[in-house]
T-cell receptor, first 115, second 114 residues
């Protein structure tokens, strides 16, 4: 079974702190994604990466950066956390295949509260 | 740009059928998906349909796609209490070298009453 592991399930941080959210997948997937989930807004794509050291902005990249130094690990960084970044953050990965159904495999999420 | 809309909430009695509806805007979508999120968990793929199909059935699940109206629905037959969850509709667009990029709707919370 594909496993996507997010290291922190719950975090509480103060405004202005630097925050790292880590995600690791164990199935050699090329693509990795960071979404944030807010009630009524669904999932919004922050950043994605389709290869090591490659990154692409999603729909809401402002205030975030990412790092992909190894294929299995994709980190989301909040350089200076703000209260409007309080949210559930979901990491996902997918395999690029000839059929390319685009199925995403999700981690369990990291709930971040910024005070 | 892509936009996906769903109703926020659906209440249904155990044993009845549930129908969750979704509309999308991107006519170049390649696949459309239904994901399920149980409390405290990430999303799991329930089913998907290729954009040139109009129906797909998988046990209790029936997906209907009206490409002309850009309307997708998920019917769950004989709904059980374990079907209580948030259901997300998503569409995908193919990005060169990167595979599919998914856009999600806001999610429909389904509550199954005994």
């Amino acid at each position: 079974d594909v496993k996507v592991t997010q290291s922190s399930r719950y975090l509480v941080k103060r405004t202005g702190e630097k925050v790292f959210l880590e995600c690791v997948q164990d199935m050699d997937h090329e693509n990795m994604f960071w979404y944030r989930q807010d009630p009524g807004l669904g999932l919004r794509l922050i950043y994605f990466s389709y290869d090591v050291k490659m990154k692409e902005k999603g729909d809401i990249p402002e205030g975030y950066s990412v790092s992909r130094e190894k294929k299995e690990r994709f980190s989301l960084i909040l350089e200076s956390a703000s209260t409007n970044q309080t949210s559930m953050y979901l990491c996902a990965s997918s395999l690029v295949t000839v059929i390319n159904t685009g199925e995403l495999f999700f981690g369990e999420g990291s709930r971040l509260t910024v005070l | 740009g892509e936009d996906v809309e769903q109703s926020l909430f659906l209440s249904v009695r155990e044993g009845d059928s549930s129908v969750i509806n979704c509309t999308y805007t991107d006519s170049s979508s390649t696949y459309l998906y239904w994901y399920k999120q149980e409390p405290g968990a990430g999303l799991q793929l329930l089913t998907y349909i290729f954009s040139n199909m109009d129906m797909k059935q998988d046990q209790r699940l029936t997906v209907l796609l009206n490409k002309k109206d850009k309307h997708l629905s998920l019917r769950i037959a004989d709904t059980q209490t374990g079907d209580s969850a948030i259901y997300f509709c998503a569409e995908s667009r193919l990005i060169e070298a990167a595979g599919n990029k998914l856009t999600f709707g806001g999610g429909t919370r389904v509550l199954v009453k005994p």
